[in-house]
């Protein structure tokens, strides 16, 4: 069988979130021993094996058969959270999607990914703030990938700003790549699939809920270096955006907007709070990302003699600035037992250092 179907219906299993998921499969091994009963691994888990023998059936099997029909169809690719093409930025995370669908030809791995958020009721203000930052971005010679969420507003007019300026641009959808919402930005998703793609972790099958675009909001952020808010009311998805940046240790940027303005009491609720940097032009915005210092080599670490597993695993920690040790074991291609031993003796002699969540870095 196409393992895709394996990873697919994984990601569709009732009551396995992403997180548990991960936790799954580090349990139990490998991906097809979820679907073949081969529970033994999970003795000391029975609310987990309850979990799978209600729900692993042939009707979930052929529910995933038939998405990857579908995404053979009209050339979506299927990402799974340990594949070597799955997105670097969103394996750090703990709740990132196991599968992503993918549309469109984009490097999501691009140096530079900056996230552009607003409300859907953007005023002549937004606008003006919105277009001037992403076009002096090109202007003065940055190429990032704008990401943003296809909503109308602050969304929409990110990702025009980005293909007028010829910039790459990924519209994060809450729901399935079978359909487009909202319906006037069909032409829109046509335009960003030529110049940068359209991402979703919701198949094809699944119900447009108004849910899956809080949940969408996490990967808007979690793929982006930094989030800018443009524009934004005290309530809003752009702000439940920022939140979720500021979780995960990224920069938030907004602009400032006159007292008693609805359409900025969100902004200035922000930088009253000290969760977002203030900006007023491009300028701000490179300056606080750094972006001028990109270009500068980094000095190579110098580690004490290593053993070659060790040098393998720290080659691959290197790559990261966090990585979980369940892609550590796939990635190396060693044990998860392995792994956990010789990262012990790593972290003992202070060339790595753990933290919550099996998550790993260079001390």
């Not at 140096?111 to 001037?132: F, I, P, W």
């Amino acid at each position: 069988m196409d393992k895709r179907v394996y990873k697919v219906a994984l990601s569709m299993l009732p009551q396995i979130g992403p997180k548990k998921a991960r936790n799954l499969i580090s349990y139990i091994g490998a991906l097809e021993n979820v679907f073949t009963g081969n529970y033994d691994k999970l003795n000391k888990f029975p609310g987990l094996i309850d979990i799978l023998k209600k729900n692993v059936t042939s009707e979930l099997i052929n529910k995933a058969q038939k998405e990857v029909e579908y995404a053979d169809k009209y050339k979506i690719q299927i990402l799974f959270y340990l594949d070597e093409d799955y997105p670097d930025r969103l394996r750090n995370y703990e709740d990132s999607p196991v599968v992503l669908f993918v549309k469109g030809n984009v490097d999501l791995n691009k140096k530079q990914q900056l996230a552009v958020v607003g409300t859907r009721s953007m005023t002549h203000y937004g606008e003006d703030n919105c277009k001037k930052l992403i076009e002096n971005l090109k202007t003065n010679g940055y190429n990032p990938t704008i990401i943003s969420g296809l909503a109308h507003g602050v969304d929409s007019c990110a990702h025009y700003t980005a293909l007028n300026q010829s910039l790459p641009t990924v519209a994060v959808l809450g729901h399935g790549l079978n359909t487009i919402y909202p319906a006037a930005n069909r032409g829109l998703a046509e335009n960003i699939i030529k110049n940068g793609a359209l991402i979703t972790e919701f198949s094809s099958q699944s119900k447009i809920n108004p849910s899956n675009f809080v949940r969408r909001n996490r990967i808007i952020a979690s793929l982006s270096d930094a989030v800018v808010v443009v524009e934004s009311a005290k309530k809003g998805g752009s702000l439940l955006t920022a939140e979720y940046a500021i979780g995960y240790s990224k920069d938030v940027f907004t602009f400032p907007g006159r007292v008693g303005d609805k359409m900025n009491e969100g902004c200035n609720y922000l930088i009253k709070t000290n969760r977002a940097a203030m900006i007023e032009n491009t300028d701000d915005l490179v300056n606080g990302l750094r972006w001028k210092q990109q270009n500068v080599a980094k000095q190579k670490e110098i580690f004490p003699v290593l053993s070659d597993e060790e040098k393998l695993i720290v080659e691959v920690i290197q790559k990261q600035e966090l990585i979980n040790i369940d892609v550590i074991s796939y990635q190396t291609k060693l044990p998860i037992n392995k792994v956990m031993s010789i990262l012990f003796n790593l972290e003992f002699n202070n060339i790595v250092k753990a933290l919550p969540g099996r998550m790993y870095k260079l001390a």
